[in-house]
T-cell receptor, first 115, second 112 residues
């Protein structure tokens, strides 16, 4: 069974600083994808970044990068140069490509960016 | 493209009532899923579908029913609403094949 663990219920960072949101996962599958979603106070789920289990390089999307350490089963999100608009809930999720493709989520981390 | 459309956005039900949450996508995605979001618990998978006529249970299926008669639509039925089903419900779709999911804007359901 797949499991995603996000151990930081809340994180606090000052504007323009970098922040790392932790995510560890558990799966016996060899082929899977890891995702990060942002949920602002308005409630919508916004896709941020994707990492495939066979990708050798860490994914980057603008100010977002994914620190993928396969042996440690971790997929941390790094946000560089935080902005006030980054204040939101952040969810890590995993999609196994074995059998039915179910997307499973962690419990989320609330990020607060201060001026 | 409209993407994933959920209706209604808000709903209040009385205990024991039944209703259907609608979800439609216009992207010809094969994979569709329903999640519920509760404080401190992230998003939990209720039911999912990998194509028309094929559905399966997720983590928390009890009290919910689904069917998938077309690629576009994936309605979620609450058979007899209970206060424990008060939650925000998200529908999501994916083309599969190593791609992620696109989410609808959610339905906030309150059962009194």
């Amino acid at each position: 069974a797949q499991k995603i663990t996000q151990t930081q219920p809340g994180m606090f960072v000052q504007e323009k600083e970098a922040v790392t949101l932790d995510c560890t996962y558990d799966t016996s599958d060899q082929s899977y994808g890891l995702f990060w979603y942002k949920q602002p106070s308005s409630g919508e789920m916004i896709f941020l970044i994707y990492q495939g289990s066979y990708d050798e390089q860490n994914a980057t999307e603008g100010r977002y990068s994914l620190n993928f350490q396969k042996a440690r089963k971790s997929a941390n999100l790094v946000i560089s140069a935080s902005q006030l608009g980054d204040s939101a809930m952040y969810f890590c999720a995993m999609l196994s490509y074995t059998g039915f493709q179910k997307l499973v989520f962690g419990t989320g981390t609330r990020l607060l960016v201060s001026p | 493209n409209a993407g994933v459309t959920q209706t209604p956005k808000f709903q209040v039900l009385k205990t024991g009532q039944s209703m259907t949450l609608q979800c439609a996508q216009d992207m010809n995605h094969e994979y569709m899923s329903w999640y519920r979001q509760d404080p401190g618990m992230g998003l939990r998978l209720i039911h999912y579908s990998v194509g028309a006529g094929i559905t399966d249970q997720g983590e928390v299926p009890n009290g919910y029913n689904v069917s998938r008669s077309t690629t576009e639509d994936f309605p979620l039925r609450l058979l007899s609403a209970a206060p424990s089903q008060t939650s925000v419900y998200f529908c999501a779709s994916s083309p599969g094949a190593y791609r992620g999911y696109t989410f609808g804007s959610g339905t906030r359901l309150t059962v009194v």
